[in-house]
Structures are given as structure tokens and as C-alpha cells.
């Protein structure tokens, strides 16, 4: 495991040095992008049912068309309320072990849109994460540069993005790996991609914590960076 600041750094450093493939619409560039809060400390979510998938749809794409762009995206260490709805991120009583810290970044837009692989790697694992408030089709890819390994996971996805595949499936930068699930088989959401960049996976197979508790937020941020280098 690659735990010390030095060894993440050099990670981000390699990456960046990368011709990185757009994650979503090839066709679309940075400046379609447009930075999307979801977080407890935005209030316009107060006059928006978080607890409702057609609700936070409905509010994405308001915030799409204000913004005449076609992609939101963000929620890197977001806290946010979003999650209170299913038990599997309020597991106790105690609020300690709520789960209400993001992990990764979502890409908030159509539901079928393509996803391609920023850069080579292969399939470590995949799985159809089900229940409220879970992944849905999940896929992980690992990769390597130089001496450093880590690993993309793409949450969200349709169910057919997780057919015919195969362990240690190799993927060239910019194939089409998946395509973004609707709400009946991505958890519940407006649709969109979680896309979290993972060091040490450990014994995780299609699956890897998207969301953390305050308590756990240290640990998991030295295991899970910053994914925005991927936003092309």
C-alpha cells in the first residue's frame, strides 16, 4: 500500500504527466463543465426533497440550463445530506458513524451516455452493487505507471455495461467501457458517474466505500486523492 504523502504525490505527478482521455463526451470540453454543490452547505437544497431521485433531476438540469452547460460536476469531501435516506450509511445511533463525506467526483448528465477510460488499464473487478443508496454496475480498473499501481472505479453504470466482461480485460485510453445507468438500477439517482481514484483496494472486489465517515475521513483521503486531474 502507498500510504506516505511523498508516494501520493508522485502519483498525482504521474498522472498529470498523462494525455489523459476524457472520462464523458469526447466531444465536450472543459469548458462545458460546469461545478455542481450537493453539499449540506449549499441552500438551495433546502427547497429541493434530497430524499427524492426526480427531485435532484429536476434540479440538475435547472442548473444546466442557467449554466448552458452540459456536464456537472464535483463533490469531492462533499458532506452531504443525500445519503441519511439509506440505513446502509446510518448503520447505529451513533453520529460518528454516520457516512456523509464523498469520496469521489460525479459527473451529473444523461443517463446512456458513453464512459471511456482515461487511460490503459485493465479490469480488476465488477459488480451490480445493489440496494438504495449503492453503486448499481460497478466497474474497477487497475493501472500501472512506472513502479506506481492504483485504481479507477466508475460507479452507476447500466446493467449492460457489466456483460460480457472479463477478469483482467485489457482497455486501451479512450475505449468505451460503460454506459451511465438510469435510477432503477443505479441506486436511486439522478443519473450520473461516481468516478474515485483508489491506491489500495485491499481485498474489495467490485466495490470500494464511496462515502465515509467524519471519524474515517483522514485515512480514507490518504487511500482515495483527489480525482479532479481526471477532469478534462
Not at 441552500?43 to 429536476?58: E, Y
Not at 455495461?161 to 438510469?182: P, R, V, W, Y
Not at 443505479?186 to 464511496?210: K, M, R, S, T
Request: some cysteine.
Amino acid at each position: 500500500m502507498i500510504s506516505s504523502s511523498e508516494s501520493r504525490l508522485k502519483l498525482i505527478e504521474l498522472v498529470q504527466s498523462e494525455r489523459l482521455h476524457p472520462l464523458l463526451m469526447p466531444d465536450k470540453t472543459k469548458d462545458k463543465y460546469f461545478s455542481l454543490d450537493l453539499s449540506i452547505h449549499n441552500p438551495d437544497l433546502q427547497n429541493v426533497d434530497i430524499s427524492s431521485a426526480s427531485s435532484i433531476q429536476r434540479y440538475i438540469e435547472l442548473k444546466r440550463d442557467q449554466k448552458k452547460k452540459a456536464i456537472g460536476f464535483g463533490g469531492y469531501l462533499e458532506e452531504r445530506a443525500i445519503y441519511r435516506r439509506s440505513q446502509q450509511f446510518t448503520p447505529s445511533t451513533d453520529p460518528k458513524q454516520e457516512r456523509n463525506i464523498h469520496l469521489g467526483i460525479d459527473f451529473w448528465c444523461d443517463a446512456g451516455t458513453s464512459v471511456h477510460i482515461p487511460l490503459n488499464g485493465k479490469l480488476h473487478s465488477y459488480a451490480d452493487n445493489l440496494g438504495l443508496g449503492n453503486y448499481g454496475p460497478t466497474i474497477i480498473l487497475e493501472h500501472s505507471i512506472e513502479e506506481i499501481r492504483f485504481f479507477t472505479l466508475y460507479g452507476h453504470l447500466s446493467k449492460a455495461s457489466i456483460e460480457n466482461l472479463e477478469i483482467n480485460q485489457l482497455f486501451e485510453k479512450g475505449q468505451k467501457i460503460a454506459e451511465l445507468g438510469t435510477t432503477e438500477v443505479n441506486g436511486d439517482y439522478a443519473p450520473h458517474l461516481h468516478f474515485q481514484l483508489v491506491i489500495d483496494l485491499g481485498d474489495y472486489l467490485g466495490d470500494f466505500p464511496g462515502v465515509c465517515s467524519k471519524q474515517d475521513l483522514q485515512e480514507y483521503v490518504k487511500n482515495c486523492p483527489n480525482p479532479d486531474i481526471f477532469v478534462i
